[in-house]
């Protein structure tokens, strides 16, 4: 399946630009889900508004777990530590260049 992302995204979904992306995505199921609700009305009860989100947001948590890697050893990065104070891979020491 990554070699499918790969070839859509053109080899440039990396660890660098992964969070960008799942984050465009939350915030367009929200958008989304947002002007669903506007149009159809407020006498709906808002499960597909809801649904749509968590489309978006499975789809944004999916690719990060696939991009979100070490790219000296592919072990997966943490994900509660902000870029600013990982520095280092923990699996395997190298220095993890976010520019």
């Not at 002007?35 to 649904?51: C, H, M, P, Q, S």
């Not at 948590?61 to 990982?86: A, D, F, N």
Request: hydrophobic residues 50%; aromatic residues 10%; contains cysteine.
């Amino acid at each position: 399946m990554k070699e499918l992302l790969d070839k859509l995204f053109h080899g440039k979904m990396t660890y660098k630009n992964v969070d960008a992306v799942a984050l465009i995505l939350l915030a367009t199921g929200f958008v989304a889900a947002l002007v669903i609700l506007t149009i159809r009305g407020d006498n709906t009860n808002g499960a597909i508004e809801i649904l749509i989100m968590l489309v978006f947001a499975a789809v944004g948590i999916w690719l990060r777990y696939l991009y979100w890697r070490c790219p000296h050893c592919e072990q997966t990065l943490p994900w509660r530590v902000l870029k600013s104070q990982m520095q280092h891979c923990p699996g395997c020491g190298h220095r993890i260049d976010w520019r």
